[in-house]
C-alpha cells in the first residue's frame, strides 16, 4: 500500500504530486502489477486534498497507461512505468549513497548538497534543451 | 419544474451589497460559485467576507442587488435554510451539553437530520459523545460542529474561518473530514469557506473568490486561476494594460520590472519578458496588494493640504 504526502511549498501542484508518487512507488517496486490504488476516499482522509485532485491524478495516471480504473472495484496497476527496473535502480541508490557520503566527508551540509544535485540536473538539462534547440 | 431556470451554480449573485449607515460593508458583489465545488473565500480583513456568508444565510438582509442560493432566494424560511449549513466563526455550541444532546437537539430542530452519520463520525474521529463540549479541545469541538452542520445533509456548506483557531494538526485533521464529505456526497454538496491559511485552501479548494476593499476581484475556479495568471520579469519599463493583459501589480527596480498580469490570451508571448506561473498565494497577495494601493491613493488625494 502506497502512502501519500503533500507538501503545499513545492510548487508542484498537488494533483502532479500524486501522480509522480505513485509513478516513483511503481519504479521502486512498492506498488505491483495488480495491485489496488488508495480509493480516492481514503486519499482524501490521508492527505486532506480535494477529491477531484485525486480523480485528476488517477485519471492522468490511466492516461500513462499505468493503472486502470474497474467501474465499481478501484483502480489497479498495469505496469511499470518506462525506465529501468528496480534492481538497477537500486544500484543506482547506492552509489548515490557514496557520493553523499563523500560530499559530506568534504564539509558539504544537506542544504548544499541538494542545491549541488538540482543547480547540475538544471545544468544538464538546459544543456540538453540547447544544443537541440541549435542555439 | 423547468429545467431552463435550474441554475448549475450553487450560488449566484448580482452587485449583491450590504449597507451599515454610511459604510457599505460588502458591495457590489457578483459572483458564481458552481455546484460541487469546494470554493476558497479569501481577502484582508474587513473585506466583507463574514457579511457575505451571512447574507447567504439570510442571517443579514441585503442593501442592494440579489442574491440566488440553490435557486431561491435567501430568506428566513425553514424550506430554504434547511439545504444550507453555516458554522459561524465563533462557532457557536451550548458549552455545557456534549455532543450526544446536540445531536438529538438537532433531530429535533431538523426535518432531514442523520444523528447516525453525525455519531459514526465522531466516533471514528474518537471524539468522547458525552463530555461537555466546552471541555473539549478546539479541534474536537470545531470537529462536532462540522459533524452538526452535515448531520443536516446540506447541499451548501458555508464556513466562517472554521481552522483560524486551530493547531496545525487540528486543522489538518478538519481539512480531512471536510474533503471525506465533499468525496461521500459525490457532487452534491458545495462548499464556501473563507480562510486566510491559503495553503490549506490550495489542497481542499477547487474554486477561488477574492474579496477586498468590499468588491470582489476574483471569482473563477482554482486552475483557470493559475493558467491565466503569469508573472512578466523584464528590463525596466513603463508597462500598461493592453488587450494581451492585465496588469494585477507591479514593480519596478532601478533597472527591471516585474508585472503579476492575468493574461487575456493564454498563448501570449513577448520576448521582453521572462514568464514564470504562479501560485495562489502570490495571486492572492497581488489582488489584495492592488486593493490597498487604491486605498491609499484615495487617502492621498482626500488627504492633499
Redesign the interface.
Known sequence: MITFRLSTHSGVPPYLQIVQQVKQAIRLGILLKGDQLPTVKEVVGMVAINPNTVFKAYRELEMLGLVEGRTGSGTFVLGRPAGPPPEIQNAVVNSLINWINEAKKAGLDEESIEALINSTLHNIKRGNNESTNNK | MNQQTISKNAIETKGLGKRYRSFWALKDCSINVPKGS?SALVGPNGAGKTTLLKLLVSLSRASAGSANVLNKSPSQSPEYLSEIGYLAQEIPMYARLNAKEHIAMGLHLNDNWDSELATKRLNELAIPLDRPVGKLSGGQRAQVALGLALAKKPKLLLLDEPVAALDPLAR??F??S???A???ADGELTVVMSSHLL??L?????HIVILASGETQLCEDIETA?KSHKLLVGVRKEAVDSDKYTIIQQSHTARETTLLVRLNDTKYHDSHWHMRDV?IEEIVLAYMGQSREQADTIAAKGGVR
Open positions: 469546494v489538518i485533521d481539512l480531512k471536510l474533503a471525506q465533499v468525496t461521500d495553503a490549506d490550495e489542497r481542499v479548494c477547487d493559475l501560485d
